[in-house]
């Protein structure tokens, strides 16, 4: 696959694995204006673009077949720099959010999409992206300054 313009580092593109393609328009519908979306309908498929561009945030369908989202989160753990993972379901509820948080994804979003919670995470889950990556709006690295007592002694 063709790493999409910009993608040298990381991009603000998002990998969309789910086979359900009226899921996948609407959520390019509702980020295309800032976000370019990938689309991978299998896990298989979803690994070998993520092994070849560095993408931040992955949008994993529950029923995503064949594997899991959880076969991806396992394979993606092992990453040096892990994509952050977003779960979706039509079946989001308080049990599936418990689970994919404490084994490791980033948030769970029910299907169909609400607009504003779709792009409150995705924000969230990038500007965390950046954060990781000390990158700020201007792409310059924060400078860390050492504060306290080592600092006056310069120790």
């Not at 899991?68 to 379901?89: A, K, Q």
Request: glycine share 6%; charged share 20%; proline share 7%.
């Amino acid at each position: 696959m063709k790493k999409p313009p910009g993608c040298e580092t990381a991009c603000k593109a998002v990998l969309s694995v789910s086979s359900n393609h009226e899921d996948r328009a609407s959520l390019e519908g509702i980020v295309r204006s800032d976000w370019t979306v990938i689309p991978s309908a299998t896990v298989a498929s979803a690994l070998s673009v993520l092994r070849e561009a560095p993408i931040p945030i992955v949008i994993c369908d529950d029923e995503v077949a064949p594997g899991t989202w959880g076969d991806l989160l396992n394979h993606i753990s092992f990453f040096p720099d892990p994509p952050l993972l977003i779960v979706t379901s039509r079946l989001a509820d308080e049990r599936l959010w418990a689970e994919a948080v404490n084994l490791g994804a980033w948030d769970v979003l029910a299907k169909p999409f609400d607009a504003h919670e779709v792009i409150r995470i995705v924000s969230v889950a990038w500007q965390h992206w950046l954060d990781r990556h000390n990158v700020y709006a201007g792409g310059a690295k924060q400078r860390k300054f050492v504060s306290g007592p080592m600092a006056a002694t310069g120790t």
